[in-house]
């Protein structure tokens, strides 16, 4: 069974920085793609940021300058450097990861269960 687990969320006043952490454990084959997701109260789930293993990674607009996504590949883990935070940043953010388990006939998508964050003064 593969778990995703966040954590580093919480409240923060505008113009703040966050980092946010999530770790894959399990019986994982193999990790494609680890991502960031968030979804503010009355709008769709969005993509924030996304990193390969090897790497590369994308941004959408509304965070490119301010933040950074890092991985490490040995600990499964994924990162998001949150800088210069604004309210229009607070949402529930999400981990996913396109891996394979050893118990999957293929790749697919695993999530976790979202930490808070929420940027106010």
């Known amino acids: 069974q593969v778990q995703l687990v966040e954590s580093g969320g919480g409240l923060v006043q505008p113009g703040g920085s966050l980092r946010l952490s999530c770790g894959a454990s399990?019986?994982?084959?193999?990790?494609?793609?680890m991502a960031w997701y968030r979804q503010a109260p009355g709008k769709e789930r969005e993509l924030v940021a996304r990193?390969?293993?090897?790497?590369?990674?994308n941004y959408a607009d509304s965070v490119k300058g301010r933040w950074t996504i890092s991985r490490d590949n040995d600990k499964n883990t994924v990162y998001l450097q949150m800088n210069s935070l604004e309210s229009e940043d607070t949402a529930v953010y999400y981990c996913?990861?396109?891996?394979?388990?050893?118990?999957?006939?293929?790749?697919?998508?695993?999530w976790g269960q979202g930490t808070r964050v929420t940027v106010s003064s």
């Open positions: 990193i390969t293993t090897a790497g590369i990674t």
């Open positions: 996913d990861a396109i891996l394979k388990a050893y118990s999957d006939d293929y790749d697919r998508a695993y």
């Open positions: 399990g019986s994982i084959f193999r990790i494609i793609v």
